[in-house]
């Protein structure tokens, strides 16, 4: 499929989805959101693919929705719109492939609800992340939603409710993002972590991330019964065999994904 406001590329398994609005900071608008969604789903079918990367062209990551969106639409234009804003936030959770956020520059209002919304996140020191939307008469209800799941409601209240941008040092305290490194040193730290995950049994990490999503809805003691009935089916598949196998052979598995 051929894209305009992303770029797609594959590389040794590992498939980067570059936002490609950096004369625009790579805001959000109905076309961006489509291309974002449907480049998320075609890598998410792609055999070659095994883990996601998204990346950003320009200084900053995404500053969230185009201000000039939001003016002449009713009430259910609306509705349709912000669905449609939203959409990466279901896109990302129902993927059976893991995804990472590069971040860098600014990751602000749907921008840092894209952050909050990918598996993994590594950003440069001097990244800056936040729930902004308050600050111009909005409000960041969409990126709340994966947010809540990664910290306390309070620090939900305060960054949400006060628009007020983080660091990325306190993004990693609050566990938005799992490592923080120079800037000039982002590209190679997010493909080591996706060239990480690409190198382990595809069939696991999918099982993987199906059940900690899953059981993310369910009380606890059939959370646990889930995830029990999801390792049953991995065990006993080719790959699972292999991976054992190689590993008491102390050699590389060679994976099949069967």
Not at 102 to 123: E, I, P, Q, W
């Amino acid at each position: 499929m051929s894209y305009t406001n992303v770029i797609v590329e594959k590389k040794d398994h590992i498939g980067l989805i570059t936002l490609n609005r950096p004369q625009e900071m790579n805001t959000f608008n109905v076309p961006f959101a489509r291309e974002l969604s449907d480049s998320l789903w075609e890598m998410d079918k792609d055999p070659e693919v095994r883990v996601v990367v998204i990346q950003a062209a320009g200084k900053h990551f995404s500053t969230g929705i185009s201000l000039a969106e939001f003016k002449d639409k009713t009430n259910k234009e609306y509705r349709e719109f912000i669905r449609l804003m939203d959409e990466h936030n279901h896109t990302i959770a129902k993927m059976k492939k893991p995804v990472i956020a590069s971040v860098k520059g600014y990751a602000l209002a749907n921008g840092a609800g894209l952050v909050f919304a990918c598996d993994l996140a590594v950003a440069a020191e001097d990244a800056k992340i936040g729930t902004t939307a308050i600050n111009v008469g909005l409000i960041c209800t969409g990126p709340a939603v994966p947010l809540a799941r990664s910290v306390g409601r309070k620090k939900l209240l305060e960054m949400v409710l006060t628009g007020d941008m983080i660091s990325a040092s306190e993004a990693q305290r609050f566990g938005l993002v799992n490592k923080v490194v120079p800037p000039d040193e982002l590209e190679q730290a997010t493909m080591e972590l996706a060239g990480k995950l690409a190198a382990k049994s595809p069939l696991a990490l999918q099982i993987g991330k199906t059940g900690l999503y899953g059981m993310q809805d369910v009380p606890y003691h059939q959370s646990i019964d889930y995830l029990s009935e999801l390792f049953a089916a991995l065990c006993s598949t080719e790959d699972a065999e292999e991976g054992v196998r190689a590993f008491l052979e102390k050699r590389k598995p060679g994976w099949k994904e069967k």
